[in-house]
């Protein structure tokens, strides 16, 4: 009898209570997020990106049906064969940009917004180029909408980068690529980091990192999304 | 009866033309292993309705044509509506270790799909449990359907979509209901179900329904959602959907590995979908070289940097980018092989002018076959092989490939290829890289093993692998790699930031310059793999990278058990992609099928408690559980063999599947007169039988690799019927332990009789499963062997129980 109480003040609760307490439901996924870092290397994640992951509203990133799983550190499907992000690899991919107050960043693959609205709060500006024509527009508006003046979005190809608004500090290409476009490498100020996540949708597999020096070599790190080493370890 | 017998032959017709429709179309709109759930499901539905006819005999028996026709009818209704209903279950198996939700998703989709086999069945099982006294008219008629079926849905694919033959199909069981409808007295309600569904099919049913629904994070359905795209042009086979696509505002730039230093952008390209993934690229080429200079400035390109003029052999030539690369470097002779000659035909006439005429170019051959019944045709020919990438990234990334039986990477595939390379000739393998590393390293394992079987006493000399940061190109001499070439590897390499993973004599810091890796992993593991520890480092690695043979073409497979609790609980941790998912959807199959089997094979016969004498339950039970068991086993370790012989596993699904039914079908109907006639009265006829398919099967195990070697050159059609030759005594053989078994028990305890076709049901239902896993985890030759005793152990319990 006490079960069926339960269930029964379960299933009613959303009704009586009204939206959840998003704030503390971000503080708990900053926490879960900060708690796996000891996976990504040595390095823990900023303070400031993991401040960052705690301000901005996932859940109005999301379609209405995934909204009561915008908190879970996993990624969801957006529509449109996407999706967004886990929040441990936004965090990881924006930490490896190692963003500043007033870097100008270049993302190809606006997606939902989401990582765009992470950027837009820790450096200056972002340029956001999208394929997919009705992801374009939501974002758009959706990042309108919150506020997130810095952050210019635009349909199109981001294979060229965005000349008018180069070189930047920073470039993410979140779109599948089968190659470093030689273009964006070329829009890249020395001294710049590109991110590119890889692998299947809901599966990132590595993240390759380009730095670009100060004397234009370029070289690449492949970073596993999860440090998984010794490879030969004990069985 | 001749009505019933030819309404037999359709329904037997339509259910085997709908499994290898079915596991076309799935193949299309999920993922090629999904063909395993699909046999499953097929034997599920007998199963399932051997239990439902045994339960309600007294009550079908007097309404026999009504009940065939019936049945027939909801057949073909429900194998359109199940296929439109299926289409609409939002699984995404990309999601299922995030969302366990999707199990229950892919719990639906099994059982819609059991469904029309299960009507299907119900007629079969009907026409034999009422028409007893017609069994073997009634059973030649229903193999004879089955064959037909096979063929018929092959050569429908070849010339219509699946979707338009679908509702042919779908016609065959209509007709048959109709027929035996037509012998009852007027049965208004049926006849006017009949007519309105008839109507239906005639006039169409709505294409928006029956289209295929291609899982949104298939390569096709993410190009068509960039702006502007469109699809150009799309045709269909057996060997799969092609579809061409134009992106003019986003262009398609396909160039696995390019440099990144390179200064080439790769020209316009039309993408190429097979099955809706896979994706391939048809280069824009206007006959000047510098349009496509990109060409030299990937990994796959090194083989030319060390020959000059080379006569080049590509396997699985797609759609042209090998041949272009090729040509572009000067080759003097181009023979390209590819399997669907409607790849190769895109290339040639379609776009022929888009793509710069190259296969009209004097020095290329285009040659339509299957990549190792061609190399075994020709010896020391090339100075260079090339194997380009054959899947797309996506999925080789996420395990999607696991379950897919690949005999171009397996260790006695490399020996061929090294015989068909002149002195001094290169085998060039490109594959994606994946961190951790799997398919390098497992590619450099197979090449060590292919060269020390071949005699080559330091393979370390012969190979030599580079690496860019997401594609990884293998070198395989036949000769020792000269200085000359380590110095051209390293120079172009260098100039172009691509990183050297192995060269004979190199030093492991200059493994991991430009294309950092957390550690130089892929380097370490060919040391280690060279070494004298190589078997010792392949069973601690993480992943399986043991390397694929003929008998385990799982080139794909990387998973390992005791690797999964780890990787699950880091999958928060971005560990997601280290799950190799198409195995574990293999496994949930797996236990789907055997509960579903269990609820509705044998749990409705335990409540209907029937009775037999004391003892026989378990003596039965035991010995057509095993029969189930070994029977799927043997055939489905045959489909998978036959794959190599076939060239393509829907081919070998039609050869395999149609073989054994005729030929058990025969030795079936042949098992009585065959234990009568003995000239042994003291064996047991199902010893003799047993002996007979433990004889053949060995024989196959040690023969068949030497007869597909020898006639996998031979045309198509003779090697049908070879195969069909090869199945024939086999199959025959193991036809006869099920009815002999059953002739026994319904002297000694009749009332057991509904159970043993449960307990065989059921068992084929899991064992169709099972041995894909067994075969992955162990060879298609441990699967036979297991078949083989588990036939002896039934035989022996036979003779045992019989002596008793």
């Known amino acids: 009898m006490r079960a069926l109480i339960a269930l029964a003040v379960m299933l009613a609760a959303p009704a009586v209570a009204g939206d959840p307490d998003y704030a503390a439901l971000r503080t708990d996924l900053v926490d879960e997020v900060r708690a796996y870092a000891r996976y990504a290397g040595d390095n823990p994640f900023s303070d400031d990106v993991l401040a960052t992951l705690g301000r901005v509203e996932r859940h109005r990133f999301v379609p209405p049906g995934q909204v009561r799983h915008a908190y879970e550190n996993r990624p969801l499907p957006i529509g449109h064969g996407q999706t967004i992000s886990q929040p441990y690899i936004v965090a990881l991919m924006t930490d490896l940009l190692e963003p500043d107050a007033d870097d100008v960043v270049l993302e190809v693959g606006t997606g939902s917004g989401y990582q765009a609205a992470v950027l837009a709060e820790l450096v200056g500006r972002v340029y956001t180029i999208e394929i997919v024509e009705a992801l374009a527009t939501s974002a758009g508006e959706r990042l309108q909408a919150l506020g997130y003046d810095n952050v210019t979005t635009r349909l199109g190809d981001g294979y060229y980068g965005w000349e008018e608004h180069a070189p930047f500090d920073s470039i993410i290409v979140t779109a599948a690529a089968s190659h470093v476009p030689p273009p964006l490498i070329d829009q890249l100020k020395p001294g710049g980091r590109m991110v590119i996540p890889v692998g299947a949708r809901f599966m990132t597999q590595l993240l390759l990192l380009l730095e670009k020096g100060s004397d234009g070599e370029v070289v690449t790190r492949q970073i596993a999304a999860v440090r998984f080493v010794p490879l030969t370890g004990e069985h | 009866m001749r009505r019933l017998l030819i309404a037999t032959l359709l329904v037997s017709a339509a259910a085997i033309g709908y499994e290898i429709l079915l596991m076309r179309v799935l193949s299309v709109v999920q993922w090629h292993h999904f063909a395993y759930m699909i046999i499953s499901l097929a034997l599920l539905g007998y199963g399932a309705s051997g239990t439902f006819i045994a339960l309600l005999r007294s009550r079908l028996e007097p309404r026999f044509e009504a ?259 090729a040509l572009f470097h000067g080759a003097s002779r181009v023979d390209a092989v590819e399997l669907n000659p409607q790849l190769s035909g895109l290339v040639a006439d379609t776009y022929g002018d888009f793509a710069g005429r190259i296969y009209d170019d004097p020095r290329v051959t285009v040659i339509t076959g299957e990549a190792r019944g061609f190399v075994a045709r020709h010896v020391g020919a090339y100075d260079v092989i090339q194997i380009g990438l054959l899947d797309s990234f996506g999925a080789s990334g996420a395990g999607v490939q696991a379950l897919n039986e690949s005999y171009i990477y397996t260790v006695e595939a490399l020996i061929d290829y090294l015989d068909d390379l002149a002195p001094g000739g290169f085998l060039a393998i490109t594959r994606w890289i994946k961190l951790p590393p799997r398919d390098s390293i497992k590619l450099i394992a197979t090449a060590i093993e292919a060269l020390r079987e071949s005699g080559v006493s330091e393979p370390g000399r012969r190979i030599a692998m580079i690496r860019s940061w997401n594609t990884s190109t293998l070198l395989v001499k036949r000769g020792d790699i000269t200085s000359v070439e380590i110095g051209r590897i390293k120079a172009f390499s260098r100039s172009r930031s691509f990183d050297t993973a192995w060269l004979p004599g190199m030093r492991a810091d200059d493994a ?28 601690r690695y993480k992943f399986h990278v043991e390397p694929a043979t003929d008998d385990r073409p799982y080139f794909s497979h990387f998973f390992r058990w005791r690797t999964l609790p780890e990787v699950m609980a880091l999958r928060k941790a971005g560990g997601a992609g280290l799950i190799e998912w198409g195995y574990l959807v293999l496994v949930a199959t797996l236990l789907q099928a055997a509960t579903l089997g269990l609820a509705l094979i044998l749990v409705p016969l335990a ?93 196959y195990v040690a023969l068949l690799p030497i007869l597909f070697d020898r006639f996998i050159g031979l045309a198509a059609a003779a090697r049908i019927v070879l195969s069909l030759a090869l199945i024939a005594p086999l199959a025959f053989f193991m036809g006869m ?41 162990f060879g298609f030759n441990a699967v036979i062997v297991t078949a083989t005793a588990l036939y002896a152990v039934a035989a022996w319990d036979e003779a045992a129980s019989r002596a008793g």
């Open chain 2, 607 to 699: 409540l209907a408690k029937q009775a037999w004498p004391a003892g026989a339950g378990r003596r039965f039970g035991f010995y057509f559980l095993l029969l189930g068991l070994a029977f799927l086993f043997v055939e489905m370790a045959f489909i998978q063999k036959f794959t190599l012989f076939l060239g393509n596993p829907l081919y070998s699904v039609a050869v395999v599947l149609s073989g054994f039914l005729l030929f058990a079908g025969l030795g079936s109907a042949a098992s009585e007169r065959f234990a009568r006639q003995l000239p042994w009265p003291a064996v047991s006829p199902v010893t003799v039988a047993v002996a007979a398919i433990a004889v053949l099967a060995l024989l």
């Open chain 2, 737 to 777: 332990p099920f009815p002999l078994g059953l002739i026994r028990l319904m002297r000694v305890a009749p009332g057991f009789v509904p159970w043993a076709w449960g307990i065989n049901g059921f068992a084929s239902v899991v064992s169709a499963v099972l041995a894909t896993l067994l075969a992955i985890e």
């Open chain 2, 67 to 325: 009940a065939f026709a019936g049945s027939a009818l909801l057949f073909s209704i429900s194998m359109v509506i199940c296929f439109i209903l299926a289409q609409r279950v939002p699984f995404n198996a990309l999601e299922i270790v995030w969302d366990y939700g999707q199990l229950l998703n892919l719990a639906v989709l099994y059982f819609a799909f059991f469904v029309p086999f299960f009507f299907a069945a119900c007629c079969i099982g009907l026409a034999f449990t009422c028409r007893g006294s017609e069994s073997s008219r009634i059973y030649f008629f229903d193999l004879f359907g089955a064959g037909l079926g096979a063929v018929l849905v092959i050569a429908l694919l070849f010339a219509i979509k699946p979707q338009t033959a679908l509702v042919l199909l779908a016609v065959l069981p209509l007709s048959g209901s109709i027929l035996v409808a037509s012998t009852l007295a007027v049965r208004l309600p049926l006849g006017i179900v009949q007519f309105a569904w008839l109507m239906l099919l005639a006039v169409g049913v709505p294409q928006a329904h029956l289209g295929l629904r291609i899982s949104e994070y298939k390569g096709l359905a993410q190009a068509l959602e960039v702006v502007d795209s469109r699809i150009l042009k799309e045709t269909s086979s057996p060997l799969g959907l092609i579809t061409v696509v134009d992106s003019p505002t986003v262009p398609v730039r396909h160039a696995p590995g390019l440099s990144f230093g390179t200064r080439h952008v790769p020209p316009p390209q039309l993408a190429v979908f097979t099955d809706a993934d896979s994706m391939s690229a048809i280069t824009r080429f206007d006959g000047r070289p510098e349009s496509v200079a990109f060409l030299g400035d990937m990994t796959a390109a090194v083989p030319f940097a060390l020959l000059d003029q080379p006569a080049v052999l590509v396997l699985g030539a797609g759609t042209g980018a090998d041949v272009l690369m």
């Open chain 2, 512 to 539: 991991n310059r430009y294309n950092r890796l957390p550690q130089p992993f892929i380097h370490e593991a060919a040391v280690a793999l060279l070494g004298d520890k190589a078997g010792d480092f392949r069973d």
